[in-house]
């Protein structure tokens, strides 16, 4: 008998799909993992989710097994050593080897512990969907299931941020050990069939820093819920009133130049801040303090989405102060907010965002001036932040739905379970 055809191109998938950090209230990853995932099971396929803590929070419909960590870096106390009876698995035993030399040791260790669970279940998938993983388990997973990757942006610029503003040789070189994960996932990348890049300069960056080819990446931009972000009518904007998403106290996200243009802009008006994140100790807080902005600035987290949205209509600019995005989801959530935004030119922002004054109030990356002038030039005329809000919100309308994500998201998958060797791999699972 004639072997099987390929898969059906118009068949449901199953799709066993992959996050090693799923942050439930903020942070890109864990955004893209539950409204894709919620998604692509609206457009009749089936997900399962496996997490490393902290867990996502998923739609009811998407089941969440969980490969638990040895949670070191959560909270209440990161970056605590872990105790001996805390290491059962071989897993447990390497990932506290990897965070004892100064490397941080999840992205390896999830992988295997995905590798490990997964092995056994290649007759229950189609294809495994990597959400920026990249652990070296993760080529294992590949040669017994079609395997596909999502790459926000690379780490790398991450480490060179962070490196750059370490404030003397050993923390440079403590930074560098720490972000030794990097090469494995250029690595990993360069000989995955298909990733999946979230905007045209991450595409650039991750081909010049990473070496993967070209010919291996497509773009499938993110997304946001028009029905969920969207002008909440009868809320009042509170003058002075600016919001930003810190999900974490690094370099790159660009909080310390906020914090010091905010406090420029407090000697000549009332200017206050709502950081939707969860307040660090750390340098932002040490900065806060430093400046006398503590009572100026309030921190959220942990609530409804819902909430977050009214947040977005009680704030007069939203801000994304970072020093470089490989997409922003924080920009596209307060554009369709129908909040003004303003943004720097760092990364992917300035595609993301639009041009000057017509769909985003633009400033220079890493200058406190430019940044403070931005926010000046938007809270002096009310008329330009109704234009830019409208203009904004029509711009993420026009361009970016989860829907369309995820319908862009499986063109990929089909593409890649059509490659022979994976076709071959089907066949050997059963799958068709």
Same mark, same amino acid.
């Given at each position: 008998?004639?072997?099987?055809?390929?898969?059906?191109?118009?068949?449901?998938?199953?799709?066993?799909?992959?996050?090693?950090?799923?942050?439930?209230?903020?942070?890109?990853?864990?955004?893209?993992?539950?409204?894709?995932?919620?998604?692509?099971?609206? !457009? $009749?396929?089936?997900?399962?989710? @496996?997490?490393?803590?902290?867990?996502?929070?998923?739609?009811?419909?998407? /089941?969440? *097994? #969980?490969?638990?960590?040895?949670?070191?870096?959560?909270?209440?106390?990161?970056?605590?050593?872990?105790?001996?009876?805390?290491?059962?698995?071989?897993?447990?035993?390497?990932?506290?080897?990897?965070?004892?030399?100064?490397?941080?040791?999840?992205?390896?260790?999830?992988?295997?512990?995905?590798?490990?669970?997964?092995?056994?279940?290649?007759?229950?998938?189609?294809?495994?969907?990597?959400?920026?993983? !990249? $652990?070296?388990?993760?080529?294992? @997973?590949?040669?017994?299931?079609?395997?596909?990757?999502?790459?926000?942006? /690379?780490? *790398? #610029?991450?480490?060179?941020?962070?490196?750059?503003?370490?404030?003397?040789?050993?923390?440079?070189?403590?930074?560098?050990?720490?972000?030794?994960?990097?090469?494995?996932?250029?690595?990993?990348?360069?000989?995955?069939?298909?990733?999946?890049?979230?905007?045209?300069?991450?595409?650039?960056?991750?081909?010049?820093?990473?070496?993967?080819?070209?010919?291996?990446?497509?773009?499938?931009?993110?997304?946001?819920?028009?029905?969920?972000?969207?002008?909440?009518?009868?809320?009042?904007?509170?003058?002075?009133?600016?919001?930003?998403?810190?999900?974490?106290?690094?370099?790159?996200?660009?909080?310390?130049?906020?914090?010091?243009?905010?406090?420029?802009?407090?000697?000549?008006?009332?200017?206050?801040?709502?950081?939707?994140?969860?307040?660090?100790?750390?340098?932002?807080?040490?900065?806060?303090?430093?400046?006398?902005?503590?009572?100026?600035?309030?921190?959220?987290?942990?609530?409804?989405?819902?909430?977050?949205?009214?947040?977005?209509?009680?704030?007069?600019?939203?801000?994304?102060?970072?020093?470089?995005?490989?997409?922003?989801?924080?920009?596209?959530?307060?554009?369709?907010?129908?909040?003004?935004?303003?943004?720097?030119?760092?990364?992917?922002?300035?595609?993301?965002?639009?041009?000057?004054?017509?769909?985003?109030?633009?400033?220079?990356?890493?200058?406190?001036?430019?940044?403070?002038?931005?926010?000046?030039?938007?809270?002096?005329?009310?008329?330009?932040?109704?234009?830019?809000?409208?203009?904004?919100?029509?711009?993420?309308?026009?361009?970016?739905?989860?829907?369309?994500?995820?319908?862009?998201?499986?063109?990929?998958?089909?593409?890649?379970?059509?490659?022979?060797?994976?076709?071959?791999?089907?066949?050997?699972?059963?799958?068709?």
């Amino acid at each position: 008998m004639p072997a099987p055809a390929g898969p059906d191109p118009d068949a449901p998938l199953s799709i066993a799909y992959l996050t090693y950090r799923g942050k439930p209230h903020v942070g890109g990853q864990g955004v893209y993992t539950r409204h894709l995932t919620k998604a692509l099971v609206d !457009l $009749g396929h089936t997900v399962e989710v @496996l997490g490393g803590q902290p867990y996502p929070v998923l739609d009811e419909r998407v /089941p969440l *097994t #969980k490969l638990p960590s040895l949670d070191l870096f959560n909270d209440h106390y990161p970056g605590r050593p872990p105790a001996i009876w805390e290491l059962r698995t071989k897993e447990d035993w390497a990932e506290a080897g990897l965070f004892l030399t100064g490397v941080f040791p999840e992205p390896w260790a999830f992988s295997a512990r995905a590798y490990r669970h997964l092995k056994d279940r290649v007759r229950e998938f189609d294809l495994v969907h990597d959400n920026q993983c !990249l $652990g070296t388990g993760i080529l294992k @997973l590949e040669e017994l299931i079609p395997t596909i990757v999502t790459l926000h942006h /690379p780490i *790398t #610029k991450d480490r060179e941020l962070e490196m750059s503003h370490a404030p003397n040789w050993f923390k440079r070189w403590s930074v560098g050990r720490w972000y030794g994960f990097v090469g494995m996932q250029g690595r990993v990348a360069s000989r995955m069939p298909r990733i999946v890049v979230v905007s045209e300069n991450s595409i650039n960056d991750i081909e010049a820093d990473m070496g993967v080819e070209r010919d291996r990446m497509r773009l499938v931009p993110v997304g946001v819920d028009p029905d969920l972000f969207r002008p909440v009518p009868g809320v009042t904007r509170i003058p002075g009133r600016l919001l930003t998403t810190a999900s974490a106290d690094v370099a790159l996200k660009g909080l310390s130049y906020l914090l010091e243009a905010m406090a420029k802009l407090r000697t000549e008006r009332d200017v206050t801040l709502t950081i939707i994140g969860k307040p660090r100790p750390g340098k932002s807080m040490d900065l806060i303090e430093r400046l006398g902005l503590l009572p100026h600035i309030q921190f959220v987290s942990g609530v409804p989405d819902e909430r977050i949205v009214e947040l977005y209509s009680e704030a007069e600019l939203a801000v994304v102060p970072s020093l470089y995005e490989g997409f922003s989801l924080p920009a596209i959530e307060a554009m369709c907010s129908g909040t003004p935004l303003v943004a720097t030119d760092g990364g992917a922002l300035p595609e993301v965002t639009g041009a000057d004054g017509e769909t985003v109030l633009q400033c220079r990356a890493g200058d406190v001036d430019s940044l403070a002038a931005a926010i000046r030039r938007g809270l002096d005329d009310p008329d330009l932040r109704a234009r830019v809000g409208a203009a904004g919100r029509q711009r993420v309308l026009d361009r970016w739905t989860w829907t369309r994500c995820a319908q862009q998201t499986v063109e990929q998958y089909r593409e890649v379970l059509a490659m022979p060797a994976n076709v071959d791999k089907l066949r050997r699972n059963g799958r068709i």
